[in-house]
């Protein structure tokens, strides 16, 4: 190895996070049993109650359209970050003008945003994917300004000089060099945007898994409140582990350091 060689990182231990796992719901289990069934359900009663909302008709009509606005809302959301990032790499006329509006968008708190999506849209799927649009295009938009700023301009004069279209540009130059930091933003945008639409559906809906949170919570039934949040994690684990964690390893596959 060379003397500036940095070891690779290494491997996530899945027994340590086992173990971790194991802690925290030891941890739930002590504060439930210290803060009583009114307060705190315990492990075992919100997977028993995770049984019994399987068999509630509004189980899956809940599910179903939180799903489709998490889908709707982060998707259009990243495309447009997206788009207006890889415009603003190439133009600093349009970054400049875009920044201000990042900044307002990155700065304002989600609580603000839902009040005036509630006046403007009322309640509904409509006020929950623009909320839900608004505060995740500004992510993808930054990490997108960001790597296109990092990309050898080599590489750029080269595709000049082979006359590369913008398709061409765009698949063998931008992509490769974009995506490491997209998948990441894609990550966290992902994982955001489960909790900002719970977090809306919450104040101002009236379907969803956040309207049957708040319900759960108006009449103090807290094994059916903890069984609703087991699901939101048990959805963001499916998301990252079965989606986007491989998306993301085999967009970046070709960075990993070889071994012949």
Same mark, same amino acid.
């Given at each position: 190895? !060379?003397?500036?060689?940095?070891?690779?990182?290494?491997? +996530?231990?899945?027994?340590?996070?086992?173990?971790?796992? &194991?802690?925290?719901?030891?941890?739930?289990?002590?504060?439930?049993?210290?803060?009583?069934?009114?307060?705190?359900? +315990?492990? #075992?009663?919100?997977?028993?109650?995770?049984?019994?909302? $399987?068999?509630?008709?509004?189980? #899956?009509?809940? $599910?179903?359209?939180?799903?489709?606005?998490?889908?709707?809302?982060?998707?259009?959301?990243?495309?447009?970050? =997206? +788009?207006?990032?890889?415009?603003?790499?190439?133009? @600093?006329?349009?970054?400049?003008?875009?920044?201000?509006?990042?900044?307002?968008?990155? @700065?304002?708190?989600?609580?603000?945003?839902?009040?005036?999506?509630?006046?403007? =849209?009322?309640?509904?799927?409509?006020?929950?994917? =623009?909320?839900?649009?608004?505060?995740?295009?500004?992510?993808?938009?930054?990490?997108?300004? !960001?790597?296109?700023?990092?990309?050898?301009?080599?590489?750029?004069?080269?595709?000049?000089?082979?006359?590369?279209?913008?398709?061409?540009?765009?698949?063998?130059?931008?992509?490769?060099?974009?995506?490491?930091?997209?998948?990441?933003?894609?990550?966290?945008?992902?994982?955001?945007?489960?909790?900002? &639409?719970?977090? @809306?559906?919450?104040?101002?809906?009236?379907?969803?898994?956040?309207?049957?949170?708040?319900?759960?919570? $108006? +009449?103090?039934?807290?094994?059916?409140?903890?069984?609703?949040?087991?699901?939101?994690?048990?959805? &963001?684990?499916?998301?990252? =582990?079965?989606?986007?964690?491989?998306?993301?390893?085999?967009?970046?596959? #070709?960075?990993?350091?070889?071994?012949?």
């Amino acid at each position: 190895m !060379k003397p500036d060689a940095m070891p690779a990182a290494a491997p +996530t231990s899945w027994r340590w996070s086992a173990l971790g796992v &194991v802690l925290i719901f030891l941890a739930w289990e002590i504060a439930a049993r210290v803060m009583g069934p009114m307060l705190m359900a +315990t492990p #075992w009663q919100a997977l028993q109650s995770i049984a019994d909302l $399987s068999r509630d008709p509004g189980f #899956w009509s809940n $599910s179903q359209a939180s799903l489709l606005r998490i889908a709707i809302g982060v998707g259009t959301g990243c495309f447009i970050g =997206f +788009t207006l990032g890889v415009l603003a790499g190439h133009d @600093a006329r349009l970054r400049g003008l875009l920044e201000p509006l990042r900044w307002l968008l990155m @700065a304002i708190p989600p609580v603000v945003v839902v009040v005036l999506a509630m006046l403007w =849209f009322g309640l509904g799927s409509g006020m929950v994917i =623009f909320i839900t649009i608004l505060m995740m295009a500004p992510g993808m938009y930054v990490n997108t300004v !960001k790597g296109m700023r990092m990309i050898d301009r080599g590489l750029l004069e080269m595709s000049q000089v082979y006359r590369f279209g913008a398709w061409m540009r765009l698949r063998h130059i931008y992509l490769p060099a974009l995506a490491a930091p997209l998948t990441a933003a894609l990550l966290i945008a992902t994982c955001g945007g489960v909790r900002l &639409v719970v977090m @809306a559906e919450v104040l101002g809906a009236e379907s969803g898994v956040g309207y049957a949170l708040a319900n759960a919570r $108006s +009449t103090f039934d807290s094994g059916r409140l903890y069984a609703w949040v087991l699901l939101i994690l048990a959805l &963001v684990g499916l998301l990252e =582990f079965l989606l986007l964690q491989p998306i993301q390893r085999r967009l970046t596959r #070709w960075q990993e350091p070889s071994h012949a």
